[in-house]
């Protein structure tokens, strides 16, 4: 059933509070970071105003932030939490303990550059240097999607079958600061849609069968040490968790979709124009935006371009990724972040990776773009389709990784 | 915080089931494995403890056994004030939706490590936000899990594997963090030392913590053999010679009034009952290295030391 909406002015940040206020969340535990700080702001006023019945825990750091979150999560709470940049890397430790946990604690990463120098602004080296912490990423294109991806990620995090953290990625200032009309669902159609968060049954000594958490009634021992016996089939069934998640979140996507109206692609990848594109680019977040509208030009031009948005980066879409790019002549990924020493970017490697079995496939040049929130133009972006074109025609490129808007 | 009386005697200890169970892989004459089976049956009702990484993380969880009777939670090392947040936390939210519907108390366990120095910012960040939770902090005075290094707790003058005692340094040179004071500092409800040799007094003060509407923190004083270099049969020994030679005084500061706990007040009555610290140092081979001529200079030091953080307790206390 379709939920009653109202369009409201928010910015990405203020989208994401909202989300969280209408998820009924029990503990929110974080720390003031630009350019997440709105979601805690505004957030602490719904508390302040008795608006919502959640515990928020100002933590003295974000690392606490997190381990407060984990220790709630398993305590039986619903939680969520904010961070970016450097919060996210003082948090490093503990988002793998989170994941190996398998507690569903969703939090928001306002996407900036880490130091040094140090920068306020937004690129993706913060979640990126994450991208093997064992939380799914889910990265979003505008201030809606970001306020849609909230409350799909409790409902993907808390699925038995998942039970993993999530991170849903903003882009710092493009998307937290910047003021949209977001449809905003009624508080009932959301509770009714993620439901009361569930929890995994277990079998006790004496045969009970309990929920996994803290409890007196029925003690449990949570964050033993696994030695080299135990520890490799923990690491595995996580990443069986991931697997599953492919599938979770392509269900959550379409039953959002049949109460707001609004999808995104599959829910792993967002094609746009892709079926017949001879060229096309991969990007991750914001900059999806302003690439769909050069598609649109473009193809008013006649050339055949398209975009792949990865909405979904871990677990990586890789089948999706391949049956939307078989067809595909030239490929250029973008990336907001580096990987120093490496061959380009993070989402370049595993795109030309994900490719490297395809029976014909596309010639891939990687741009490394936007960072410390280096403004990108149409311009460049255009440019990027017309180095495309020439490589489509020739099939080679002279340079596999390049830099845009850089002055060098 | 509740009057409530209640006493311990040795026959209740015996009847109440064990709640840090036997089979855990601590060495032999371990102090502070002695503290958690007294300390656990100290509890008053349904609880939920958490627990820093360190010796007594590790031997008491080695998946897939445990030694805890009690619901348990270690997430990492520097941690379990944070930890202990996000439960009462959990506990408060849900208790208002009507899913919990007792009150739960809540044991935060950390070593000197996981509190003097990791574990502090935490720590103090959890105090300082009122949780209702009591930290016990075992203090082995060393990085024993690890292969005993130095920490903050560490006192002066012992040999560790990060400050050996070697032909130019005897071993650790700075003094033993204040941790007590520090936590008094934070306008504590409660704040109490306490060594497992004087149980009673140990288990009191946990149920006192426990009592607590809000944050509690215990020092308790754990000698391990293994890195003090002593006999496994005389950990009980130690704990009481830290108490008679004033090293590590018993006490409890309700509201910030300080008051010494019987063993040390024995000895505030009769000061020639009290010890040397040489009588205390003796027979640790940590502290071996100075008992030779060139170093004796540290064991007068430690003494004059130990002697006025003593007289500088007793004006604390008298102000009470």
Not at chain 1, 47 to 73: D, K
Not at chain 1, 155 to 178: A, M, N, Q, R
Not at chain 1, 378 to 394: C, N, S, V, Y
Not at chain 2, 17 to 39: E, K, T
Request: contains cysteine; glycine residues 8%.
């Amino acid at each position: 059933m379709k939920a009653k909406q109202e369009t409201i002015p928010l910015n990405g940040d203020e989208a994401v509070a909202l989300a969280v206020k209408q998820c009924d969340v029990d503990v929110v535990a974080a720390y003031p970071i630009t350019p997440q700080t709105i979601i805690v702001e505004k957030y602490s006023e719904y508390v302040a105003n008795g608006e919502v019945q959640t515990e928020f825990v100002c933590t003295e750091s974000e690392h606490s932030a997190m381990t407060a979150c984990l220790a709630a999560a398993v305590t039986g709470a619903r939680t969520f939490t904010a961070s970016a940049s450097a919060g996210l890397a003082l948090m490093h430790e503990m988002l793998f303990v989170t994941s190996g946990f398998r507690a569903p604690v969703v939090m928001a990463v306002a996407n900036r550059a880490l130091s040094a120098p140090l920068n306020i602004h937004g690129d993706q080296s913060d979640s990126m240097a994450e991208r093997d912490s064992g939380w799914i990423h889910v990265y979003a294109e505008n201030a809606q999607e970001a306020y849609d991806n909230i409350i799909q990620a409790f409902k993907i995090g808390e699925d038995i079958d998942v039970s993993l953290p999530v991170i849903v990625g903003l882009d710092g200032f493009t998307i937290s600061h910047t003021l949209e009309n977001v449809n905003v669902l009624d508080d009932q159609s959301i509770k009714q849609f993620i439901g009361e968060r569930p929890f995994v049954m277990v079998t006790t000594q004496e045969g009970k069968t309990v929920p996994f958490k803290l409890d007196p009634a029925n003690p449990m021992t949570l964050g033993p040490n696994a030695l080299p016996n135990y520890y490799f089939e923990f690491k595995r069934q996580q990443e069986e968790g991931m697997r599953n998640a492919l599938r979770k979140i392509q269900e959550v996507n379409s039953e959002y979709a049949k109460i707001s109206g609004r999808n995104y692609g599959n829910g792993l990848i967002d094609a746009y124009e892709l079926d017949d594109a001879e060229i096309a680019i991969v990007c991750v977040g914001s900059v999806a935006g302003t690439l769909k509208v050069i598609v649109d030009e473009l193809r008013q031009e006649g050339m055949k371009v398209g975009v792949l948005r990865l909405r979904t980066f871990r677990p990586f879409p890789l089948e999706e990724l391949r049956n939307a790019l078989k067809e595909v002549k030239a490929l250029a990924v973008m990336d907001k972040s580096m990987s120093f020493g490496g061959f380009g970017g993070a989402v370049f490697s595993e795109v030309r990776s994900a490719l490297y079995e395809v029976n014909q496939r596309p010639t891939i040049v990687n741009y490394i773009f936007g960072l410390g929130g280096r403004d990108t133009n149409p311009h460049e972006l255009r440019k990027i389709f017309e180095d495309l074109a020439r490589i489509a025609k020739t099939g080679r490129a002279e340079m596999s990784v390049q830099y845009l808007g850089l002055r060098e | 915080m509740t009057t409530q009386e209640w006493k311990f005697t040795a026959k209740d200890i015996a009847n109440k089931p064990d709640l840090f169970l036997s089979g855990h892989r601590a060495c032999a004459g371990c102090g502070p494995a002695a503290v958690l089976r007294l300390i656990m049956k100290a509890t008053r009702g349904p609880t939920i403890v958490t627990q820093a990484t360190g010796c007594m993380e590790i031997v008491g969880s080695i998946y897939p056994y445990t030694s805890w009777g009690l619901p348990w939670l270690h997430t990492a090392f520097e941690n379990a004030a944070a930890n202990a947040s996000g439960i009462d936390a959990a506990l408060k939210a849900l208790e208002r939706k009507g899913k919990v519907k007792e009150h739960i108390d809540i044991i935060a366990l950390a070593g000197d490590g996981g509190t003097y120095d990791i574990g502090i910012q935490a720590l103090s960040g959890a105090v300082e936000r009122g949780h209702d939770f009591l930290f016990v902090l075992y203090d082995n005075e060393g990085y024993m899990n690890t292969g005993i290094q130095r920490s903050g707790g560490t006192p002066t003058g012992a040999a560790t594997t990060t400050t050996p005692a070697g032909s130019k340094i005897p071993g650790k040179l700075e003094k033993k963090k204040p941790i007590t004071e520090i936590m008094l500092a934070h306008d504590m409800e409660y704040v109490a030392t306490a060594t497992p040799y004087y149980w009673k007094d140990m288990m009191t003060k946990v149920r006192r913590g426990l009592e607590v509407n809000g944050p509690a923190f215990l020092h308790i004083f754990a000698p391990c053999p293994r890195g003090w270099r002593t006999e496994p049969a005389k950990t009980m020994e130690y704990s009481k010679l830290s108490v008679e030679s004033c090293v590590f005084p018993v006490w409890e500061a309700v509201n910030g009034n300080r008051q010494l706990s019987t063993p040390s007040k024995l000895i505030a009555l009769a000061p020639q009952k009290k010890k040397s610290v040489t009588d205390y140092l003796a027979g640790q081979g940590r502290f071996r290295h100075l008992f030779t001529p060139q170093n004796k200079h540290i064991i007068d030091e430690m003494q004059r030391f130990t002697d006025e953080r003593w007289e500088r307790l007793l004006l604390k206390c008298e102000k009470a």
